[in-house]
Nanobody, 126 residues
Framework: QVQLVESGGGLVQAGGSLRVSCAASGRTFSSYTMGWFRQAAGKEREFVAAVIWNGGRTDYADSVKGRFTISRDNAKNTVYLQMNSLKPEDTAVYYC???????????????????WGQGTQVTVSS
């Protein structure tokens, strides 16, 4: 069983920055693609960013490209999402997810992820 625990959410003003973290336990973290998704109130959950198992490739949703950065520290079993130039429309619950299969490439769709965290709220005020 894998456990993912997000932290670092909170309230920030528009234009500000925030870093959310996701600590993993329970299996070989370094072998799996990790992703961040978000769900705003009344909307479906959407892909935000992903990083492959060794950190060598990343990708982002168009809405966050150039503002958000995903990274991972395999020694600490942790994946990060650095969010800069935040906008009110970034307000959502942010979830991290771990891929179902090891050594996968970038994964954009939810079925490709097997384990999910409980989410952390990010609120951006205007």
């Amino acid at each position: 069983q894998v456990q993912l625990v997000e932290s670092g959410g909170g309230l920030v003003q528009a234009g500000g920055s925030l870093r959310v973290s996701c600590a993993a336990s329970g299996r070989t973290f370094s072998s799996y693609t990790m992703g961040w998704f978000r769900q705003a109130a009344g909307k479906e959950r959407e892909f935000v960013a992903a990083v492959i198992w060794n950190g060598g490739r990343t990708d982002y949703a168009d809405s966050v490209k150039g503002r958000f950065t995903i990274s991972r520290d395999n020694a600490k079993n942790t994946v990060y999402l650095q969010m800069n130039s935040l906008k009110p429309e970034d307000t959502a619950v942010y979830y991290c997810a771990a891929a179902a299969s090891p050594r996968s490439g970038l994964i954009y769709a939810e079925p490709g992820y097997r384990f999910w965290g409980q989410g952390t709220q990010v609120t951006v005020s205007s």
